[in-house]
Every structure is written in structure tokens, then in C-alpha cells.
């Protein structure tokens, strides 16, 4: 098993989206590994929204979970997340 790290610099894809808790909004960042690991999006255009659209509400637990354990702002969201 590999493991990849980001580098300084370099731009990691994937989707910001954000949350409401509280009445506060809490953005978030599922990487496009995240996506296509777990929740099987594409690389097409549309894929990681879609594949974001149909897995919301464990998508939004997990940024939850991480938001409410104190994790740093924005949160951010990779494959071993779920």
C-alpha cells in the first residue's frame, strides 16, 4: 500500500462545498480520491457533484463528525474518512 502526501505546491483536486451547523456556515473538502474511491465518481465533468449529490447525508455526517471533534477549518475530507 501506497501512500501519497501532498507536496508543497501542489493543488490537490476534488470539491469545496459547505455545511450549515449552528446556523454557521463550515466549509468543507472532499478530495477527488474521496470520490472516486468511495463513492464512485469519474473523472468526467459532473461526476464528482453528482457522486457528492448522492452520498450528502454521509458525506455531511462525516464533515460533521470532524467539525464537532475540533479538526481545523476547512475541513477537509480524504478516503480514510469513510
Same mark, same amino acid.
Given at each position: 500500500?501506497?501512500?501519497?502526501?501532498?507536496?508543497?505546491?501542489?493543488?490537490?483536486?476534488?470539491?469545496?462545498?459547505?455545511?450549515?451547523?449552528?446556523?454557521?456556515?463550515?466549509?468543507?473538502? *472532499?478530495?477527488? #480520491?474521496?470520490?472516486?474511491?468511495? @463513492? $464512485? !465518481?469519474?473523472?468526467?465533468?459532473?461526476?464528482? %457533484?453528482?457522486?457528492?449529490?448522492?452520498?450528502?447525508? *454521509?458525506?455531511? #455526517?462525516?464533515?460533521?463528525?470532524? @467539525? $464537532? !471533534?475540533?479538526?481545523?477549518?476547512?475541513?477537509? %475530507?480524504?478516503?480514510?474518512?469513510?
Amino acid at each position: 500500500m501506497t501512500s501519497h502526501k501532498k507536496m508543497p505546491g501542489e493543488v490537490q483536486k476534488g470539491l469545496w462545498f459547505s455545511i450549515e451547523i449552528e446556523h454557521e456556515e463550515i466549509v468543507v473538502f *472532499i478530495s477527488m #480520491a474521496a470520490l472516486t474511491d468511495r @463513492f $464512485n !465518481a469519474s473523472p468526467e465533468k459532473g461526476s464528482q %457533484l453528482a457522486a457528492y449529490k448522492r452520498n450528502q447525508k *454521509i458525506i455531511d #455526517a462525516v464533515a460533521l463528525r470532524q @467539525f $464537532n !471533534a475540533g479538526f481545523p477549518r476547512p475541513i477537509k %475530507l480524504e478516503t480514510a474518512d469513510f
